[in-house]
């Protein structure tokens, strides 16, 4: 039954992004575990559980956005070499320096931050609500980080000043 009167066609636009979207905060998750395990410095406590934070908010919004996927009667993407192929994220290379790791998960949320707002403008042409709000909550939460970040960043690159 057609219970969210949406033709398969028009959703299909909305659908690609939020596969994209899925992809991107797949790549995203490894990137955050990747740094979680591998962080060395004075600054490790401080970031191995940031960055736990993050990659665990990261897992409850893939699996989020997998099931919208679903709720609208698609098929959500589910394979890594696809997520490989379809995500503006790159995998990051192993760093050993500690601001290089936020600088790079800066880089991250900006590819979802703009990822985020392709499923916001493509589901409002067809007044997708449910999708708009998901999107909007992720959107607003990641904004936030991304000022927290931002803001650790200059303080440490200040203290290397000095
Ligand atoms: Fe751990």
Known sequence: MNYLGFKSQEIKPVVNE???LLSNYHIY??????FHWNIKGEN???LHNQFEDLYND????????????LTLRQQPVS?????LEISDVEEAEMQDND????LIIL???QKLIKSLRAVIENAGKISDEGTIDMAGSFLE????????LDAWSVRAGKAVQV
Do not use: C, G, P, T
Request: avoid cysteine.
């Open 44 to 46: 490790f406590f401080d």
């Open 29 to 34: 998750y490894q990137n955050l575990r990747n």
């Open 107 to 109: 880089e991250n949320h």
């Open 79 to 83: 394979r890594f070499s696809e997520y």
């Open 99 to 102: 601001r290089e790791m936020v």
């Open 141 to 148: 939460n990641l904004e936030k980080k991304s000022w927290m």
């Open 58 to 69: 990261a897992r409850l919004k893939i699996d989020e956005i997998a099931e919208r996927i």
């Open 18 to 20: 939020l596969n994209k």
